[in-house]
């Protein structure tokens, strides 16, 4: 699953349709052995000119431009929050404890920092079983995949859910494409989740269906609302339909979202009105 500077440009050259020969001569060299190098391996680091000139020819997004620049080693290196500091940062979130809207905040790797007592409704799990979760740090993913978790029964639409998370999490980091965490990311999960090979099988269709993605990167970008998810709640089977909104919050560096699962039809609102608030954060 780890990519370099030469496949990527090859894949990216390639889905355009463009000849190597071709992308020569639109950058002015004379030749293509300066390309055919780079791609091959042999270059490693062409300079940045090269690579603004590749994607002017190409025309390629910004995002596509970014990770060339990453895996080429032109971007610097931005030290990422450690575990103390985020934890001082998301205590401006605790109100979502006082909301019985079902809510998730998670971050750039998808691992979940608090649930509300929403959640557990939905779940049927109480607060403990929920905080016991959070302090695992267990993933988005982990949620949606593992069995073992009894998540996954409950969610009508199970195959839409689990694509457009895998998404998601591609355009939580779009611009972190070149990081080492990304690169390895599906192969890491083969310790969590024990259904690795769905899991890898929804990400490789994901990654490959530039399209789809595309569409996503609008639609989050326009705010518009995808289908809802229905859920069946775990004790009265009662169906419960939601618009699964995500929402960047603008504390460090962005790295966080904000999940929350809004109603989607005055059932699925009345039947909330019952739902508990969590003793955190209430105070």
Do not use: C
Not at 159 to 167: F, G, P, Q, T
């Amino acid at each position: 699953m780890v990519t370099n500077l030469g496949s990527t440009l090859k894949k990216l050259r390639r889905n355009k349709g463009v000849r190597i020969t071709t992308l020569a001569q639109k950058m002015g060299f004379k030749a293509a052995a300066p390309l055919r190098n780079i791609e091959g391996g042999q270059i490693k680091k062409p300079r940045r000119e090269t690579i603004d000139k590749i994607a002017e020819a190409l025309e390629l997004h910004f995002e596509d431009r970014i990770l060339l620049y990453g895996l080429a080693g032109h971007l610097p290196e931005f030290p990422l929050p450690n575990d103390k500091e985020i934890s001082m940062n998301l205590t401006r979130l605790d109100f979502i404890y006082k909301s019985s809207i079902p809510m998730l905040v998670i971050d750039y790797d998808y691992r979940v920092w608090k649930a509300n007592g929403g959640i557990g409704f939905i779940t049927g799990k109480d607060e403990n079983e929920i905080e016991d979760l959070v302090k695992q740090q267990i993933s988005m993913f982990q949620i949606i995949f593992d069995h073992s978790l009894n998540f996954r029964p409950f969610i009508q639409d199970w195959d839409n859910l689990a694509r457009d998370s895998v998404r998601d999490f591609i355009s939580l980091n779009i611009l972190r494409r070149h990081k080492d965490f990304f690169q390895s990311y599906p192969q890491r999960m083969k310790e969590y989740i024990p259904e690795f090979e769905e899991f890898v099988s929804i990400w490789n269709e994901v990654a490959e269906d530039d399209e789809a993605y595309d569409k996503l990167i609008l639609s989050r970008s326009l705010g518009l609302r995808h289908r809802p998810v229905i859920l069946k709640h775990p004790d009265s089977s009662q169906e419960l339909s939601f618009y699964i909104s995500r929402h960047p919050i603008p504390i460090l560096n962005n790295l966080f979202r904000l999940i929350r699962f809004v109603p989607e039809n005055d059932v699925t609102w009345k039947y909330f009105e019952t739902a508990p608030r969590f003793r955190k954060g209430s105070n």
